[in-house]
């Protein structure tokens, strides 16, 4: 019998891209700090998130990710406010910027188990955006539960002008890095027949 998958995540857009996949996991939003500590870099601090996540929740595979949107090495978070959507948009307006994803899946295995992870980068440019653009966005409201106050799947996606890599890892989750990590921990993919 094929082992239940678990989302350790209350992400809908990472459950959105799982079932663009046939996968229709159990969600289990883990309860994890998620506050870079200081002088930890970028892709250590997702990796990190992302491990912490998939080992606070129980299951047989776990899968937990973790997103940060990387601006001249400076991790953008969710802003705290409007205010702070505002100045994330101006710092990215006109610039190249770095997503990245942790993918962390683990299974458990008796006293042992397994824990396989990957982190995916992909560049993204902004156009350059005027205050009307800002303030508009950042009045539907989009902007203030995103990770560098933007969404490239909704309206923040009128900002963007070129995407390298992965469009899914902007979205929240690297299909392609995911479903290979799933695959190795034994996870029954769809299109495998089994």
Known sequence: MAPRLVLASQSPRRRELLAQLGLFP??????TDETPRPGEAPRDYVLRVAREKARAVGGEVVLAADTA????????GKPRDAED???MLRALSGTRHEVLTA???RRAEGALGIELDAVVATAVRFLPLGPREIDWYVATGEPLDKAGAYALQGAG?????????????VVGLPLAETAA???RAGVA??????
Do not use: H, M
Not at 69 to 76: A, D, H, P, R
Not at 157 to 169: I, L, T
Not at 189 to 194: C, D, F, Q, S, V
């Open 189 to 194: 993919l769809p299109w495998e027949g089994r």
């Open 26 to 31: 159990e969600v289990r939003p883990a309860l």
């Open 69 to 76: 949107v990387v601006l001249g090495g400076e991790i953008l």
């Open 103 to 105: 993918v962390c899946v």
């Open 85 to 87: 959507a505002r100045r």
């Open 157 to 169: 996606g009128a900002f963007v002008a070129a995407v390298e890599g992965s469009v899914s890892n």
């Open 181 to 183: 990590l799933l695959g």
